[in-house]
């Protein structure tokens, strides 16, 4: 291996690494958006709860253009490496922080507005971020490769969703059920600081980009990054072609494919959490090598298509895939073995008086176990108890489902080709967006319409998705689970007509002058 090459494998590395740590921190908080929900919102009407929790997650995402504009400007300004070490640090000390949190028992609306705070400050460093490394190593890779390498920079976006999910699974095991419940919630945004101070201490001895220096040399960066980047005509059209035509439709895809799925397993399959998230991850290790084959791929036959073709693919086959996602655990086509059932009644002393817990098993042929679970306060428990304490406790049914064999092997493959859209699209945006900009703009330019399209339109997603589904379930459509999916559906629709027709081969960074 020659020098060069050992260089940009020390770039890819150490951009990776930093880029990896955002994410997980990133991650984090919508991998336990179940749990937090129940930790820093009022519990008298869960659905609520997780639909602020949503609503605090997307908030992460609509700050992330302004964290573009921002650190954008200083990347441009003063370069790309000491921009990101700045990103890695405040995402890194507003995760921790995430974890530290009292909860909404003990210090009451205190506790969502800190946890929003501190999103919204993860959401800035992350709108940073991104643009900053793909920047770095796109202008470290040799001509006509750029889609090879800067591809390896987006595997980190799933990496980082994936190993949030074995920390989160790993605690679960190491923790009994009411540890993870008290705090054990708490270890995967606290473990953070830790990783996060590992690749500040590998990305301090980085050298600043090649393409950058000569241009701060030869006296061509930026004077202002910002009125030049979008105060000019000519850059604000590609600009916004990188929104409309590209970045929003990956947006979608990649957030449909990788949360919206998550919290479909969860919420409206009831399927088990640690079974989902083991799902999901199975489907992420498989489906993350095809990020590097796209983005090289795209070195040989353009951007464009490849990335329309994820696009595509979505908006034909997404309503397919979840309606068979649904049928896997739709008891209601199932045989069950009735001589199998079991019911269980425990009496768990609360403060509230003697509470309930009554679970009933059932066994279906195709391997599936169904476990609901009420849990009630007895008549005369409730007429011993206090008025208050009776208004505390409110009766809740859960149902868990919990798959095996043929059915297991049918979801891993449903989510793995959700993943396989993500790749295609996602794979190789960042050598597009680097090369529809000149250097001296190109951290503000890219930065932008990306953190749009991924915070804007793909961030909402979930809370939208979500929205759409209860509200067609309320108004009593037999498929509402389906409903959801409209909306990424017609963003990508949107995208892909306006990629297929105003996209072409020759944009790169000399068809743009400011």
């Not at 640690?274 to 983005?295: R, S, W």
């Not at 998705?465 to 017609?490: C, E, H, M, R």
Request: proline share 4%; charged share 15%.
């Amino acid at each position: 291996m020659n020098n060069a090459k050992k260089t940009l494998w020390k770039v890819i590395g150490a951009s990776s690494l930093g880029t990896l740590i955002e994410w997980y921190d990133f991650f984090i908080f919508g991998s336990l958006s179940i749990v937090l929900s129940t930790k820093f919102f009022p519990a008298d009407n869960p659905t609520a709860a997780f639909l602020s929790t949503l609503a605090t997650f997307a908030a992460g995402f609509v700050v992330r253009p302004f964290g573009a504009l921002f650190f954008g400007r200083l990347g441009d300004l003063i370069g790309r490496k000491y921009t990101f070490m700045v990103t890695l640090m405040l995402m890194g000390g507003a995760t921790f922080l995430i974890g530290c949190t009292p909860s909404y028992e003990s210090i009451g609306f205190l506790a969502p507005l800190i946890v929003l705070l501190l999103r919204l400050l993860q959401g800035l460093a992350l709108g940073g971020e991104y643009g900053g490394a793909a920047t770095y190593v796109a202008e470290h890779s040799p001509e006509g490769q750029r889609g090879y390498w800067t591809s390896w920079i987006q595997t980190t976006a799933t990496f980082g969703l994936f190993i949030s999910l074995v920390v989160i699974l790993l605690t679960r095991l190491l923790l009994t059920e009411a540890q993870f419940d008290e705090w054990g919630w708490r270890v995967p945004f606290v473990l953070s600081i830790f990783m996060v101070y590992v690749s500040y201490l590998i990305r301090k001895n980085m050298d600043e980009s090649p393409e950058f220096k000569r241009a701060k040399s030869e006296g061509k960066t930026a004077k202002s990054p910002l009125r030049e980047s979008f105060g000019n005509t000519y850059n604000l059209k590609f600009v916004l072609l990188a929104l409309f035509g590209a970045a929003m439709g990956q947006g979608v895809v990649w957030y449909t494919g990788q949360f919206y799925s998550m919290s479909f397993m969860k919420t409206v399959m009831f399927l088990d959490t640690d079974q989902a998230d083991l799902i999901l991850g199975i489907a992420l290790l498989l489906g993350t090598p095809f990020f590097v084959v796209f983005g090289k791929l795209s070195d040989r036959l353009g951007r464009k298509w490849v990335m329309l073709t994820g696009m595509l693919l979505a908006i034909l086959t997404y309503r397919p895939i979840y309606e068979a996602m649904y049928q896997l655990t739709n008891i209601e086509k199932k045989t069950e073995q009735a001589d199998l059932r079991r019911q269980t009644v425990m009496a768990k002393e609360t403060a509230a008086g003697q509470i309930l817990e009554e679970t009933i098993t059932k066994y279906f042929t195709d391997g599936t176990t169904v476990k609901h679970i009420t849990t009630s306060m007895p008549a005369l428990a409730q007429d011993g108890g206090t008025q208050d304490e009776a208004v505390q406790f409110k009766p809740s049914q859960k149902t868990t489902v919990l798959i095996s064999g043929i059915n297991y092997v049918c979801l891993v493959i449903l989510i793995f080709v959700q993943i396989v859209y993500i790749t295609l699209v996602y794979g190789p945006i960042a050598a597009f967006l680097v090369e529809m900009f000149p250097v001296k703009i190109r951290y503000t330019s890219m930065s932008l319409p990306y953190h749009i399209g991924n915070g804007i339109f793909g961030g909402l997603l979930p809370a939208v998705s979500t929205y759409l589904a209860t509200n067609a379930q309320l108004q009593g459509k037999v498929d509402f689970y389906l409903s959801g999916l409209w909306y990424p559906i017609g963003v990508a629709g949107v995208c892909f007509i306006i990629g297929a027709i105003y996209i072409s081969k020759s944009m790169n960074a000399n068809a743009v002058k400011p």
